[in-house]
């Protein structure tokens, strides 16, 4: 298994990923919004949806990063569906 971790600009391009990552079959991923409000933490598993976090979709000046548990075999792939929405691994 591999860990990725990648930040974003827009956390809607971040939930974007999320979702394409979940389809993939990741095994696990973590988001976080650290909003100039303090921030807040967002921990799902695959099967989990989203929750919580609508207002904030359109932040800006904000740190999003994703973590991402998969198998090794699916690393290059992640790479490429994370690099596809804005972020930077």
């Known amino acids: 298994m591999e860990n990725i971790r990648a930040i974003f600009n827009s956390l809607g391009e971040m939930e974007a990923a999320a979702a394409m990552l ?3 079959g990741v095994i696990d991923i973590k988001l976080q919004n650290q ?3 303090g921030g807040y933490t ?3 598993m695959q099967s989990s949806l989203i929750s919580g976090i609508g ?7 904000s740190e999003c990063i ?3 548990v998969v198998e090794s075999s ?3 792939q992640v790479e490429d569906t994370i690099a596809r929405y804005g972020g930077a691994i």
Do not use: C, I, Y
């Open 35 to 37: 909003a100039a409000n």
């Open 22 to 24: 979940r389809e993939q």
């Open 66 to 68: 994703m973590e991402v």
């Open 42 to 44: 967002l921990e799902s």
């Open 74 to 76: 699916r690393f290059r």
């Open 55 to 61: 207002d904030d979709e359109g932040a800006s000046g």
